[in-house]
């Protein structure tokens, strides 16, 4: 195999691992009554915050509205709270 072929063997092996670095991705959706959000990172949520993690691919039914927020934590009725 030549210098080129090898180069371009080895750029291919490089974009294929990262293209599929992004498949193990920890994002999950997070419910807590029929309120949800996003989360980047999986979390282990205070047992008080009685929320329910889905995997990041869960469809939600008619009545579940999405909040978006940044951070860790989680909704507690109209509530943000942090930890």
Same mark, same amino acid.
């Given at each position: 195999? /030549?210098?080129? $072929?090898?180069?371009?063997? @080895? /750029?291919?092996? @490089?974009? $294929?691992?990262?293209?599929?670095? $992004?498949?193990?991705?920890?994002?999950?959706?997070?419910?807590? !009554?029929?309120?949800?959000?996003?989360?980047?990172?999986?979390?282990?949520? %205070?047992? !008080?915050?009685?929320?329910?993690?889905?995997?990041?691919? *869960?469809? %939600? !039914? %008619?009545?579940?509205?999405?909040?978006?927020?940044? !951070?860790? $934590?989680?909704?507690?009725?109209? /509530?943000? /709270?942090? *930890?």
């Amino acid at each position: 195999m /030549t210098l080129i $072929g090898k180069s371009l063997l @080895g /750029t291919a092996i @490089g974009a $294929g691992l990262l293209a599929l670095s $992004g498949v193990g991705a920890s994002a999950a959706i997070v419910c807590q !009554g029929n309120v949800c959000w996003h989360a980047h990172e999986r979390f282990d949520y %205070p047992a !008080g915050a009685r929320v329910v993690v889905h995997e990041d691919d *869960w469809r %939600p !039914g %008619p009545r579940v509205t999405f909040r978006e927020h940044e !951070g860790r $934590g989680y909704w507690k009725g109209e /509530t943000w /709270t942090a *930890w």
